[in-house]
């Protein structure tokens, strides 16, 4: 019999499968990010399903709250030139990804309908799990026991990376020998557009 | 009642009152290194001096409560175990845990007070002599860094930690060497000095691995014990001679009780050898003396702590710890002594000509060295150690005095050689009576005044170098079994030196104290007696005689006064160590004066420590009836060298010495220039050296650079030329090939994987075959090896057992099928040999196989199949009787 | 059939397998930087998926939990750099175009 957990994995599942077409495909970087929310939410409720509460907590609090946030921050901060390209898929020399893209789907599904079609050995089902099976209080105390050395790594790994992202973002600030139109700043910083190749890049890249 | 509570604090067996004394100075060294510069310079003086000061307070609390503790025959030992350093692995099958263990006892508390009570003056005297020095932080950083590794090299409880020590003085003492780095003399001075300790170290390290290999002990107590296993004979090329000498050792086979050769080297006299040379090299013996008196290029505090009161006795305190190794190898001894001997006359030679008064204290502390090794040579251990004791007082005294006269010159010349120069001195003891005072009771104690403490020491060594016999070890006494091998060796005869060696030596040290007496009170007399000859120096000054000298070009503006300022008495920080020490250098004797008062309260104080060792040493006939008559000569050599030098200097104002000088030129040459031995040494091992890398150089340049380097940049350019073309530079492309790569690592892991184990007892014929599992993986089998699989349907049934007959070949094959419904199938050979064991061998079984196979008729597959079993499990055939071992058969889907 | 979905392990590996396909597709074929930053944190959480779902198998233990809390703080440290560089690179190009990222070319 269908119960709530098979509609709720279904449910579930779809929201994953199109936000995640949503993110690859949407011409807007902005669209993309909302497919790229709706994934991480039906992850955390497949999460759920999978008895893993914690985890489904820290997906929504980091990926939705943190990642996206910061994701779509970035676009802002671009404006315009944050959609990178004029279609969702490039045109010109694009077979070969075209290519790539197609026989990697056609996989894809074919796999896929293998798997549906039900023909394969024998099912690995779930059975039944501890009752703080994934709770906060198991995996923290898992942390600070046996993860402890790989914990304490992660929030150096974050500090470090926090301090990189504002030392990168910040760039150099000795004196290039670019001039600000050539560096990009001046339009960057004072929306003056200027000239621009075919490939949209601004003429100056020391070609030659 | 105060001492109990001591002891309820610091239990003998872990007695942390060690980590007190060796943290204080590492503290120091820490607080004044890191902060130094911007805590100023009372704050860094403050530090260094509290951190020494209190060390020595607790060395003195730990000195009394081993005087508590220690009885006549019973030596007092606390230690403090810190954790486990590291294995060794011995000779045989069991390790050796060596310890971070600091331990401390009579002798290595008597030199902790040494190096923290006179350290404790040096830090105070330095306060004031190096602060116009911009390095002043610097300086008292280093300073308590040495400390720190002195107390840790006395300390230590192991040869290794003592070892940690060693280096650790030896890098201190380059430090301060080239304190002045800026000034390349002393860079190189600093560099020579810690290449010739290299050589010694590398002795030292040697006598630790035959420690290990012979004794399978390296701390103290461990060492003690197993001593005895060092009279072990060995074979040191080319010594030994039963088959000619010149055949190397692989060519004439091992030492074996049946071909001795004639040995009488023991692991005993290896060691002693290797352990000497490791305390030549800290203690400035021959042939490494030469970089103790180039070390005078450090400030004189360092020259009086390090490079000669502490760290250059290192050597003799290594010889008392390691004394009950020395006494088992007479030859050692008698080289020990022969050394110091030499040492001590051909430094004194060199100090009669030096005009440099750090270099005339430099080869005297050689000297002084030379006759602690005497003492050490002759098993006289507590003697020599005495000698160390009273040197630290007299000779510390010596250079801090001289540093003061040289601090009094250098405010009137700026110049660091020609302001320690003897010629520009002379009647410093109108200026400076306290200096004159103090370096007067040192000299008379150096020279050996009888009732001061030079006197004791000195004399007393000579007394037993005449006196002291060593005992030939037991070695020679009938066979002797070798505990760590079981072998019994032949009776064998150890060397032993000739009777009268010991005359020999007392009569030429006698020759060394005349001499001592006399460069002594030569510097003294020329010093601080006369006219000051520096006047002279100052430009536009008129000397008293008349007439400019040849000094007038000295870099003075015109317009400063003519006299320039005159040398003064130097401040209390200075003289106040100056008079404990020089009252010490006078008193310290009653200590030991076996002469005269009978006192004996310091070779009672070590003698329990040193029980092992001289137990083995004793003395000739009427040795104590001698002890006057000896006595004699000594007071002798010191009113000969003492009257000559009043004679020479005073009287004569030095004529007999310059007319002395015209007659033999060549003579005064070659000794003034050390006997040209540093030259030696340039032409022979340096230039042997340089020559060396003379054709490394040219090696690199011609073969390296032109061959090697060309054909590898060739390589990488060539390959680098190909490998461009896949750098497209398009993220895409990259992205396209992980992803190639993570669909092919993706198809391994979907396919699937027919890989079986076959657990194999070919006694009871079951051969057990076990499918490896994977996601939902089902099996079907053929057990019975007719080709057909025995079911249609998969199963869950992953091990199958099979049970052979004798020389049976069977084919079992397994049909694996995932949860995506693939299959793949796997076919493993089976075969049970015709004997357990199969001892033919590999091609007897290999026979047998083929044989049976072709009267089973079984196809051409199948005795591919068997051929690649028997590969695969060739190796464990012989053994694979005896137990069922696990042999991985099968591959790919 | 029908009472299994969502129970049994292979339906979440199969989901695992499409969003990572997804989002490897997305990488190679997008050539907007901040659209392959997302594709790359679809594979990421595909991964978790799958470990989560592996974890689910072997109930007395949460070792896959602990992975994915460490992916999941790998990825926001990605995260932050990974735009910090895109923020820098389009100081520097004036796009956000892939292809522009050519500098390495050999």
């Known amino acids: 019999m269908i119960g709530a957990g098979n509609v709720l994995f279904v449910i579930a599942g779809i929201l994953a499968l199109a936000g995640a077409l949503i993110t690859v495909s949407s011409r ?10 709706a994934t991480i939410f039906g992850i955390a409720l497949l999460f759920l399903k999978l008895n893993a509460q914690f985890l489904a907590a820290i997906q929504v609090i980091v990926y939705a709250g943190a990642v996206v946030v910061l994701f779509v921050f970035v676009i802002m901060l671009l404006g315009p030139d944050a959609l990178g390209e004029v279609g969702s898929f490039p045109k010109g020399k694009s077979k070969v990804s075209r290519g790539i893209g197609g026989g990697l789907l056609a996989i ?3 796999v896929a309908l293998v798997l549906l079609a039900g023909r394969g050995g024998a099912h690995v089902r779930f059975g039944d799990v501890q009752p703080d099976h994934g709770s906060v209080e ?20 974050l500090i470090v990376a926090v301090i990189g992202a504002i030392a990168v973002a910040r760039g150099k600030q000795t004196k290039s020998h670019l001039t600000p139109a050539q560096r990009g700043d001046g339009e960057f910083f004072h929306g003056t557009v200027v000239a621009r190749d075919d490939r949209g890049r601004p003429p100056s890249k020391g070609d030659g | 009642m105060g001492m109990d509570g001591l002891f309820s604090i610091f239990p003998p067996e872990d007695f942390t009152l060690l980590c007190v004394i060796l943290g204080l100075p590492l503290l120091g060294a820490f607080v004044n290194g890191v902060f130094g510069k911007r805590l100023g ?20 609390a730990a000195f009394f409560m081993l005087m508590q503790r220690q009885t006549e025959t019973e030596a007092a030992r606390f230690v403090w175990h810190g954790w486990k350093w590291l294995d060794i692995s011995g000779n045989g099958d069991f390790q050796i845990p060596i310890e971070i263990a600091f331990s401390v006892d009579a002798l290595s508390g008597g030199m902790a007070l040494i190096v923290t009570g006179v350290g404790f003056l040096i830090h105070l005297y330095s306060t004031e002599y190096m602060a116009e020095d911009d390095g002043f932080h610097r300086f008292f950083a280093y300073l308590n860094l040495f400390i720190f590794s002195m107390l840790v090299l006395i300390l230590g409880d192991n040869l290794p930690v003592l070892f940690i020590g060693w280096e650790g003085v030896g890098m201190c003492s380059y430090l301060l060497i080239g304190f002045w780095f800026t000034e390349e003399a002393n860079a190189v001075a600093g560099k020579k000095a810690f290449v010739t300790n290299r050589i010694g170290d590398f002795g030292l390290l040697v006598a630790m691995a035959l420690l290990v290999w012979h004794v399978g002990a390296l701390d103290w107590q461990g060492i003690e014990a197993g001593a005895n296993n060092l009279l072990t004979p060995i074979k040191i090329y080319p010594l030994g001679n039963g088959v000619p000498a010149w055949l190397p050792d692989f060519i004439r086979g091992p030492l074996t009780p049946e071909d001795p050769r004639g040995v009488r080297v023991t692991a005993a006299t290896l060691v002693g050898f290797a352990l000497f040379l490791g305390c030549a090299g800290k203690s400035a013996q021959l042939p490494l003396y030469v970089w103790l008196p180039d070390a005078m290029a450090g400030p004189t505090p360092v020259s009086a702590l390090i490079h000669a009161a502490t760290m250059v006795t290192a050597g003799v305190y290594l010889c008392c710890r390691m004394a009950a190794v020395f006494v088992l190898s007479p030859a050692t001894m008698a080289t020990i002594a022969i050394v110091g001997l030499a040492t001590a006359l051909l430094a004194a030679s060199i100090a009669f000509a030096q005009n440099d008064i750090k270099k005339v204290l430099a080869y005297s502390t050689v000297s002084q060295l030379g006759y602690m090794f005497i003492g050490i040579g002759v098993g006289a251990f507590a003697t020599g150690f005495f000698h160390v004791i009273t040197h630290a007082f007299f000779k510390a005294c010596l250079f801090l005095g001289a540093g003061s006269v040289i601090h009094a010159m250098h405010a009137r010349i700026h110049d660091v050689d020609r302001s320690q120069d003897m010629r520009n001195m002379g009647g410093m003891r109108n200026f400076m009576p306290i200096t004159h005072l103090t370096f007067l009771a040192s000299c008379l104690a150096i020279a050996g005044l009888p009732l001061t403490s030079g006197f004791f020491s000195k004399d007393e060594i000579l007394f037993k170098a005449y006196t002291s016999t060593i005992a030939t070890p037991q070695v020679s006494d009938g066979e002797w079994i070798d505990r760590s091998t079981q072998v019994t060796w032949p009776a064998m005869q150890a060397w032993t030196p000739p009777e009268d060696l010991g005359r020999w030596i007392y009569t030429l040290a006698l020759l060394g104290a005349v001499m001592t007496a006399f460069y002594m009170f030569r510097l003294y007399f020329r010093v601080f007696w006369g006219e000051f000859r520096g006047w002279t120096i100052v430009r536009g000054w008129v000397a008293p005689a008349g007439g400019h000298h040849g000094h007038d070009d000295h870099e003075h503006d015109s317009d400063e006064p003519l006299d ?25 004797g009653g200590l030991n004066a076996h002469a005269f008062f009978h006192s004996h309260l310091f070779d009672d104080w070590v003698a329990p420590v040193l029980a092992t060792a001289s137990s083995s040493v004793g003395e000739i006939e009427g040795a104590k009836e001698m002890m006057m008559p000896l006595l004699l000569p000594g007071i002798g050599a ?13 009287m004569q104002r030095g004529e007999p010495a310059a007319s002395f000088v015209e007659k033999v030129p060549w003579l005064h040459r070659i000794v003034y220039e050390k006997w040209r031995v540093d030259e030696l040494y340039e032409e022979t091992f340096i230039g042997a050296v340089d020559t060396l890398g003379d054709m490394a150089v040219w090696v690199d340049q011609y073969v390296v650079d032109a061959v090697v380097a060309r054909v590898t940049s060739f390589a990488v350019a060539a390959s680098g030329t190909i490998l461009r073309t896949m750098q497209t530079g398009r993220v895409h492309a990259y992205g396209a090939v992980m992803v190639a790569g993570l669909g092919a690592l993706g198809w391994f892991f979907i396919a699937p994987q027919a890989v079986v184990t076959v657990l194999a007892d070919d006694d009871s014929g079951v051969y057990s075959v076990t499918a490896s599992p994977g996601l939902g993986y089902q099996y079907r089998w053929d057990e019975d090896g007719d080709g057909e699989l025995d079911s249609d349907d998969f199963g869950d049934k992953a091990r199958v057992d099979v049970q052979l007959g004798r020389s049976e070949v069977r084919l079992v094959q397994v049909e694996v099928k995932n949860a995506l419904g693939f299959r793949s199938i796997e076919q493993i050979g089976l075969f049970r040999p015709q004997r357990d064991g199969a001892s033919d061998g590999l091609a007897g079984a290999a026979q047998e196989a083929k044989e049976a196979a072709d009267s ?35 591959g790919a889907p | 059939m029908g009472a299994l979905l969502g129970n049994v392990l292979e339906h979440y590996v199969m989901l695992a397998g499409v969003l990572f396909t997804i989002g490897a597709v997305g990488f190679l074929v997008r050539r907007n930087v901040l659209v392959q930053l997302m594709s790359i944190e ?7 998926l799958a470990f989560v779902a592996y974890n689910r198998v072997h109930g007395d233990d949460m070792n896959g939990h602990m992975f994915v809390f460490f992916i999941i703080a790998v990825a926001a440290a990605e995260v932050a750099v990974g735009l910090a560089i895109v923020l820098s690179f389009y100081r520097l190009t004036g796009s956000v175009h892939s292809d522009d990222a050519d500098a390495l070319k050999g």
């Open chain 1, 28 to 37: 807007n970087p902005i669209r993309g990010a909302m497919g790229l929310l």
């Open chain 1, 108 to 110: 894809l599904a074919g």
């Open chain 1, 138 to 157: 198991a995996v923290g105390g898992l942390l600070f026991s046996r993860g402890l050395v790989a914990f304490e790594l992660a929030t150096a790994l």
């Open chain 2, 41 to 60: 310079k009372e704050a860094v003086s403050l530090m260094a001096l509290v951190a020494v000061g209190g060390s020595f307070m607790a060395s003195c």
């Open chain 2, 564 to 588: 320039g300022p005159k040398p003064h008495e130097s401040a209390l920080q200075i003289t106040v160590p100056l008079v404990v020490l020089g009252v010490l250098a006078i008193f310290a």
């Open chain 2, 638 to 650: 010191f009113a000969i060298g003492v009257g000559g030098a009043y004679w020479v200097y005073v």
């Open chain 2, 856 to 890: 089973a008729a079984k196809s051409q597959k199948a005795l591919q199949d068997i051929q690649r079993v028997l590969q695969q499990a060739g190796g464990n055939l012989p053994g694979a009787g005896k137990q069922p071992a696990p042999k991985p058969v099968g």
């Open chain 3, 42 to 48: 679809l594979m990421l959480n595909a991964v978790n």
